[in-house]
Nanobody, 122 residues
């Protein structure tokens, strides 16, 4: 009933930047937490950043200072500005949303986007 669509991934040189976008659509009553995870080759999915509906932000320790999350609640959208990228940042980046749907607003449902590939290479 809810879909998340990411965009903005691609190939970037070391030290470069990308801006990722994610928009949710469907039968949405409220989105509580919204943010980004990533999964590199042969690795577990890990947190990048999360933002609550009220604006509180959590970054993974390794992301602090290089990644900036922002959110537009009116558009059900979340963004990730990624700077000073290095090869170890190469991963599929997934949008995440903790959704309450209109028909059942008491039931939390976690949604994931299909992912957008970020490749950092010279």
């Amino acid at each position: 009933q809810v879909q998340l669509v990411e965009s903005g991934g691609g190939l970037v040189q070391p030290g470069g930047s990308l801006r990722l976008s994610c928009a949710a659509s469907g039968s949405i009553f409220r989105i509580n937490d919204m943010g980004w995870y990533r999964q590199g080759p042969g690795k577990q999915r890990e947190l990048v950043a999360l933002m609550t509906n009220s604006g509180d932000i959590t970054y993974a320790d390794s992301m602090k200072g290089r990644f900036t999350i922002s959110r537009n609640n009116a558009r059900n959208a979340v963004y990730l500005q990624a700077n000073s990228l290095e090869p170890e940042d190469t991963a599929v980046y997934y949008c995440y949303a903790d959704v309450r749907e209109r028909d059942f607003p008491d039931v939390p449902i976690n949604y994931w986007g299909q992912g957008t590939q970020v490749t950092v290479s010279s």
